[in-house]
Structure formats: structure tokens, C-alpha cells
Nanobody, 123 residues
Framework: QVQLVESGGGLEQPGGSLRLSCVVS????????IGWFRQAPGKEREGVSC????????YYLDSVKGRFTISRDNAKNTAYLQMGSLKPEDTAVYYC????????????????WGQGTQVTVSS
């Protein structure tokens, strides 16, 4: 059974940091691109970051460049999103996604989704 399980969300103050984890099961992460989407209340779901299966290509949403870092540990079948210098506008449910080899350019390009983890940035 294919599963993507996110963890690490929570309440953090502006300027703080959080690290999200995504543990996958039912398939090997070696041949899959991993991404993160987020959806804030009343807004559309947007792609935050993704990393190709080889790790050779990484994408970041402009608003998180320099603050967020995506990484993967294939041996642990786990991906991470390190989030720093958090802002209230980063508040959203964050979803881990996967698809074979390449990062997808749109939400519909991703085959597998986790259930999401809530990140709230507030003082």
C-alpha cells in the first residue's frame, strides 16, 4: 500500500523554523521525484518545492527561496522540507507529493499525496 505520511508541522513564531518530514512506504523513493505543496485557507493549493529523483534538479516557489530547503534520504525513504525565517503567510496545510522521476509542473501532475500537516506561523 502506497503511503506518504507527513509530520513536523505545528505552531511557530515569525522568524522561527520547522522541519517537515515525509516518510513514504509501498514504493522506493529512488525513482521518484518528491515535492511539497501547501494550501492556505481560502487560497489555491500551490507548489512550494520539489526535487527530482536524481536530486539534480530542485525547484522553489519564489516566496520561499532562501528560506526553505528540500532534501531527501532515499535510504530512509524520507524527504524533508526545512523551513526557516517563517512568516505568517507561510501558514497553510503542507502536503508531500510524489511522482516518477521528474518534478511535475502542476498540481495534477503529481500521482501520490499525503494527508497534510498544518503549519501555523503566529505570534
Amino acid at each position: 500500500q502506497v503511503q506518504l505520511v507527513e509530520s513536523g508541522g505545528g505552531l511557530e513564531q515569525p522568524g522561527g523554523s520547522l522541519r517537515l518530514s515525509c516518510v513514504v512506504s509501498g514504493f522506493s523513493l529512488d525513482d521518484y521525484a518528491i515535492g511539497w505543496f501547501r494550501q492556505a485557507p481560502g487560497k489555491e493549493r500551490e507548489g512550494v518545492s520539489c526535487i527530482r529523483s536524481s536530486g539534480s534538479s530542485i525547484y522553489y516557489l519564489d516566496s520561499v527561496k532562501g528560506r526553505f530547503t528540500i532534501s531527501r534520504d532515499n535510504a530512509k525513504n524520507t524527504a524533508y522540507l526545512q523551513m526557516g525565517s517563517l512568516k505568517p503567510e507561510d501558514t497553510a496545510v503542507y502536503y508531500c507529493v510524489a511522482r516518477r522521476i521528474f518534478c511535475g509542473s502542476s498540481r495534477t501532475a503529481w500521482d501520490m499525496w499525503g494527508q497534510g500537516t498544518q503549519v501555523t506561523v503566529s505570534s
